[in-house]
């Protein structure tokens, strides 16, 4: 792959769009991987810019995304995502501790 100099993105439609537009390229991509199975995987992959390059993002708009203020890094969203949920019932946090009153026999 060449290395060539990123135009910078501009665009005067608001983040979400842009975003909406990316997710939905993205879900006609792997629609399009996804019925060429039945081929060679690493053939099909490695000629994808030749057949659907409509369907590829350009890499400024990912820079774009990336770099927005708006969007959380993708550092931030593994940090609250990835980790386990620390939740505290109201439960937990009664005393005493609630009896049965009614037998689950």
Known sequence: MSVARLEEYRTSEPIEMTVSECLTTLLKLGRHIAKQLKGNRK??????????????????????????????????????????????????LTWPIATRLYPYN
Do not use: A, C, F
């Open 43 to 92: 053939t099909e992959l490695d000629t994808l810019q030749e057949k659907v390059p409509e369907l590829l993002l350009q890499q400024d708009v990912i820079v774009y995304m990336l770099q927005s203020k708006e969007l959380v890094s993708p550092q931030q969203y593994l940090q609250t995502y990835d980790r386990p949920l620390n939740v505290v019932l109201d439960s937990d």
